[in-house]
């Protein structure tokens, strides 16, 4: 097969997935109020306990994280940055860019500002605790 055929079938696996998953959204519309609900989940809450909740979350997941790579395990890395709570403020920021809404686009970014500050401060405070290990295979990479 020659090179030019196997992109041709390449590019027709991808339009055919494209639509198929056009016609499966279009099955899987949902209601303006569902919409709603599930853009408003993504913006952060004046909820105190939301607020400790996402800073807990992403100490516990730096922490793990910084062991990770002491110990020289990827697995490990790769389970902390499953734990960290940026996902739903980094959303935010997209769908507020999307729609157009300034301050809730400022108020998520601020946020994950916010966890990331807090994240640095907690691996650089680990990173001082802990004895020199040296250059790992999981830093290095």
């Keep these: 097969m020659s090179s030019l055929s196997a992109a041709g079938l390449i590019v027709a696996t991808i339009v055919v997935a494209l639509v198929g998953a056009a016609a499966i959204g279009r099955r899987n519309e949902c209601a303006s109020e569902t919409r709603i609900a599930v853009s408003r989940s993504l913006f952060p809450s004046t909820d105190e ?3 400790i909740r996402m800073s807990a979350f992403m100490g516990l997941s730096v922490t793990i994280a910084v062991m990770g790579i ?3 395990s990827a697995a ?3 389970g902390a940055m499953l734990l960290a709570p940026l996902t739903t403020p980094l959303m ?4 507020a860019i999307t729609m157009g809404w300034r301050q809730r686009g400022l108020s998520a970014f601020g946020v994950t500002l916010l ?3 807090l994240g640095l401060g907690i691996a650089v405070a680990l990173a001082a605790a802990l004895p020199q290990i040296g250059l790992t295979t999981a830093l290095v990479s």
């Design 70 to 72: 002491s110990a020289n």
């Design 115 to 117: 966890l990331t500050a």
């Design 49 to 51: 306990r939301h607020t």
């Design 92 to 95: 935010g920021v997209a769908v």
């Design 76 to 78: 490990v890395v790769i």
